[in-house]
T-cell receptor, first 115, second 115 residues
Framework: DADVTQTPRNRITKTGKRIMLECSQTKGHDRMYWYRQDPGLGLRLIYYSFDVKDINKGEISDGYSVSRQAQAKFSLSLESAIPNQTALYFC??????????????FGPGTRLLVL | QKEVEQNSGPLSVPEGAIASLNCTYSDRGSQSFFWYRQYSGKSPELIMS????GDKEDGRFTAQLNKASQYVSLLIRDSQPSDSATYLCAVNANAGGTSYGKLTFGQGTILTVHP
């Protein structure tokens, strides 16, 4: 089984709808991240969480919210989806520790289309 | 100036040649540097990490780091068509030895290895 899973893998929704993307991990890592990827723009950080009680905004958090339900689960919500949120979304995890231990491991991604 | 900058390419090399991918970064406090490979529609996967100045070799891959010049590169020897992918450079920001625990990604370089 994959260490980092994301559901759904693909989603089509309409403008104004609220949707949730879910991420689960079995790696036992404390830190979890949500990124979006757009063509030519690399990966941009939306939110990150260093433990269940610690949630931080990334560089592009507007229009998004998150919930860390447990160490292993980190959900991303689009409160009112808009077309420019169409993108590929990745969840990632890493250990807490020295910089050498902070390699990030990525889930398979969720492809979101907002009509 | 972008925090992490890569040539977007595409970089095209013949099979068997050396592919050279470059990355510059702006944060002098950065201590950890990563190269990820991403096939089209797939998630990024770590191929190399480097933390000290100099070269680090792993099979056909060599990462080179020059902190004074704020430059990190990836060399792929004996390039194969299966190496065709987008290569993402990522840098971990640190301040005074305390890691921020976040990675900043470049926009990626598209590599094509043609037979």
């Amino acid at each position: 089984d994959a260490d980092v899973t994301q559901t759904p893998r693909n989603r089509i929704t309409k403008t104004g709808k609220r949707i949730m993307l879910e991420c689960s991990q079995t790696k036992g890592h404390d830190r979890m991240y949500w990124y979006r990827q757009d063509p030519g723009l690399g990966l941009r950080l939306i939110y990150y969480s260093f433990d269940v009680k610690d949630i931080n905004k990334g560089e592009i958090s507007d229009g998004y919210s998150v919930s860390r339900q447990a160490q292993a689960k980190f959900s991303l919500s689009l409160e009112s989806a808009i077309p420019n949120q169409t993108a590929l979304y990745f969840c990632a995890t890493s250990e807490t520790g020295t910089p050498k231990e902070e390699t990030q491991y990525f889930g398979p991604g969720t492809r979101l289309l907002v009509l | 100036q972008k925090e992490v900058e890569q040539n977007s390419g595409p970089l095209s090399v013949p099979e068997g040649a050396i592919a050279s991918l470059n990355c510059t970064y702006s944060d002098r406090g950065s201590q950890s540097f990563f190269w990820y490979r991403q096939y089209s529609g797939k998630s990024p996967e770590l191929i190399m990490s480097i933390y000290s100045n100099g070269d680090k070799e792993d099979g056909r891959f060599t990462a080179q780091l020059n902190k004074a010049s704020q430059y990190v590169s990836l060399l792929i020897r004996d390039s194969q068509p299966s190496d065709s992918a987008t290569y993402l450079c990522a840098v971990n920001a640190n301040a005074g030895g305390t890691s921020y625990g976040k990675l900043t990604f470049g926009q990626g370089t598209i590599l094509t290895v043609h037979p």
